[in-house]
Nanobody, 119 residues
Framework: QGQLVESGGGLVQAGGSLRLSCAAS????????VGWYRQAPGKQRELVAT???????NYRDSVKGRFTISTDNAKNTVYLQMNSLKPEDTAVYFCAANPRAVGPPYDYWGQGTQVTVSS
């Protein structure tokens, strides 16, 4: 099975930026439909942003205007650019993907990367 690898998490002050990356550990499928999720301690996992093979994107309201999901087809990598970060953005961020045109649902998941935003 394919696996996804996230990177780019870390500690940042409020107002700062981070860029998360999501890549397939083995190039056995194209990252056509990708979603970024996050899960904060004691809270349910929530969908943050999605992209489809057609290039359409969707965001949860709380990150609109601050986060941008994008795809580098040559690298088969999906990014989540996060600007104007807030302490409430602190969570473990996961990417999920499937080789179909749209999602969710997703077949493959990464292990997660921690994002911590200090006030």
């Amino acid at each position: 099975q394919g696996q996804l690898v996230e990177s780019g998490g870390g500690l940042v002050q409020a107002g700062g930026s981070l860029r998360l990356s999501c890549a397939a550990s083995r190039s056995i499928f194209r990252l056509n439909a990708v979603g970024w999720y996050r899960q904060a301690p004691g809270k349910q996992r929530e969908l943050v942003a999605t992209t489809s093979s057609g290039g359409s994107t969707n965001y949860r309201d709380s990150v609109k205007g601050r986060f941008t999901i994008s795809t580098d087809n040559a690298k088969n990598t999906v990014y989540l650019q996060m600007n104007s970060l807030k302490p409430e953005d602190t969570a473990v961020y996961f990417c999920a993907a499937n080789p179909r045109a749209v999602g969710p649902p997703y077949d493959y998941w990464g292990q997660g990367t921690q994002v911590t935003v200090s006030s």
